[in-house]
């Protein structure tokens, strides 16, 4: 990139924005770069992603960027450096590891590569917690990635920039190649975090959620040594003060049923929950934008018309406005916007302990009723399960659901073992006396290709009796697969569509399907099963005796 660039803007651009002298980039090893821009706006990161060829505009005045071959992000390609301080740590079943040896190879290849080019800096912060934040300093290669970054992280105060004292370094060099025989990787592409130097280099990949998902990797590996619970999560506040907590893997309705207009929007993504409540990780949000539109999600479809968003991989027509329907280049599109964006958005990014804890599953099964509630000891089975069904690649005629179980709702960010964070949720479910809901967006009425996709409405008003607590006082049953309770009639809901075998009209498929899903639950917990006690364990699933 440096190597592009002529004098006259290298010039121009050469030590600009605001920088901590005591603390340059300097302090990750980085020597002789070219021109170096800390702490750019918006404005100036518009203007040399632009100039640069990096982006283009949108019609709309949002920057689109496109990442080529990375669309997504490349967890086979991401290391956790083992060392005497991981060793005994990290889940290294989940985490790949590299030697101290091959990270200082590869530290210092980065640094060379680093040499003579144009760099951009954000200080910035993960964690709306003062006492548990963490304070980051990303360098990157690309003007759009420094604007990613600063939308997708909390942005400190402009006049606390000159005494910023970096405690984790992330360099981000698309650019560079690795090489697996001398850095001890697998690829050209590589993730590697070394929790010892806190220092994060991710080469060979434009997808720009590595340095945000790195970060959050980061939180994960500190902050359960402190009692705090680290979560892949959406969290909202209500006009009571009573917040809740949404888990989700992807296409379950996270997002969507987090930005509830008459609620506050704590976050969209990730959140840790300590002594005095829960608080965002983040300071802005990475929506899908697959299939948007105004009228499904009016306010993140607002984001994407907005100067300062961030779209990827979004394609754009001869008019330069984006087709969210056209997903040839990745069905992985995205916006990333700052959280004021969203009018409802909080601005501390913090809330009290939660009165309600949301797991979300998109059951393309049809199996799981559309809600149902969960003892502290079934929150946890399900939250090490981290279950949701996706239907793969329908563009290759492929309509069998697959499975799909991401511990913690979200194992790709874990460094520690699933029952640390388990039990550490657990503990605090028990102590603060929180709900637990198990909600199904995903199909009712039959198996996908059968049945359909459960109603919206019914989904959003469902959760409105569970966070306004009216839902508690509802008569329940017990379902005879899963053992936690469902309700058997909510004001305003079809009471048929709360028993999913009866919306069924081949109820000998519902059993097959049922038999079916509690084999997958019970196979793949079975890993955990020596890390958890006799109650976690009783809440498994059982096979019922088949009804008539």
């Not at 190879?105 to 934040?133: C, K, T, Y």
């Not at 090489?179 to 993730?191: A, L, N, Q």
């Not at 000998?508 to 020596?530: C, I, P, T, W």
């Amino acid at each position: 990139m440096g190597d592009a660039t002529s004098q006259e803007p290298r010039k121009r651009m050469k030590e600009t924005g605001i920088r901590n002298p005591a603390c340059g980039i300097d302090t990750a090893g980085l020597t002789e770069p070219g021109a170096v821009a800390y702490n750019l706006e918006a404005a100036q990161l518009y203007e040399e992603a632009l100039r640069r060829g990096e982006a283009k505009l949108t019609a709309d005045g949002a920057l689109v960027a496109y990442t080529g071959q990375h669309t997504g992000r490349s967890p086979k390609d991401k290391f956790v450096v083992r060392d005497s301080g991981t060793e005994g740590e990290v889940w290294w079943d989940n985490n790949k590891a590299m030697s101290p040896a091959h990270f200082e190879a590869l530290r210092e290849d980065f640094l060379a590569h680093a040499r003579g080019r144009d760099l951009f800096v954000q200080d910035l912060v993960g964690g709306a917690d003062a006492a548990n934040s963490l304070p980051v300093r990303v360098v990157t290669e690309f003007a759009w990635h420094s604007l990613f970054i600063r939308n997708l992280l909390i942005r400190p105060a402009r006049e606390t920039l000159e005494t910023f004292l970096p405690k984790m370094t992330i360099i981000d060099l698309p650019s560079f190649k690795a090489d697996p025989g001398r850095h001890g990787c697998r690829t050209e592409t590589v993730i590697a975090i070394d929790f010892s130097r806190m220092l994060v280099l991710i080469g060979g990949s434009a997808y720009a959620g590595e340095m945000k998902k790195s970060v959050f990797t980061a939180l994960n590996y500190l902050l359960p040594a402190r009692g705090v619970m680290p979560m892949h999560c959406s969290a909202n506040v209500g006009p009571d003060g009573a917040s809740a907590i949404f888990f989700g893997l992807s296409g379950t309705g996270k997002t969507t049923l987090s930005a509830d207009p008459s609620r506050t929007l704590i976050g969209d993504d990730e959140h840790g929950w300590g002594g005095d409540g829960i608080f965002n990780f983040e300071g802005g949000c990475y929506a899908k934008t697959i299939k948007l539109s105004a009228q499904a999600e009016p306010e993140i479809y607002a984001t994407t018309r907005r100067f300062g968003t961030v779209l990827e991989n979004v394609v754009l027509d001869e008019r330069r406005r984006p087709d969210f329907d056209d997903g040839s280049l990745t069905e992985n599109t995205r916006a990333a916007y700052p959280l004021d964006f969203i009018s409802n958005a909080s601005a501390t990014g913090r809330a009290g302990h939660p009165k309600n804890v949301i797991m979300l599953t998109a059951d393309a099964f049809g199996v799981l009723p559309p809600i149902a509630r969960l003892t502290p000891a079934q929150a946890m089975y399900h939250f090490l399960s981290g279950y949701t069904a996706k239907v793969a690649g329908t563009e290759r005629g492929v309509t069998e659901p697959e499975a799909t179980f991401s511990t913690c709702f979200g194992a790709p960010f874990m460094p520690r073992h699933p029952s640390e964070y388990g039990n550490l949720l657990r503990e605090l479910i028990a102590r603060h006396g929180v709900a637990c809901w198990l909600v199904n967006t995903g199909w009712t009425g039959g198996a996908y290709g059968t049945g359909h996709r459960m109603p919206i409405k019914a989904t959003r008003a469902l959760l409105s009796a569970a966070l306004d607590g009216s839902l508690s006082q509802a008569s329940f049953r017990t379902d005879a697969n899963f053992g936690f309770e469902v309700p058997v009639a909510v004001p305003g809901v079809d009471a048929a569509i709360l028993d999913p075998r009866s919306t069924w009209s081949d109820k000998a498929g519902y059993d097959a399907q049922a038999r079916r899903l509690v084999g997958m639950f019970v196979d793949n917990f079975s890993k955990y099963e020596a890390h958890v006690d006799a109650a976690v364990k009783g809440a498994a699933p059982r096979v019922a005796v088949a009804a008539e």
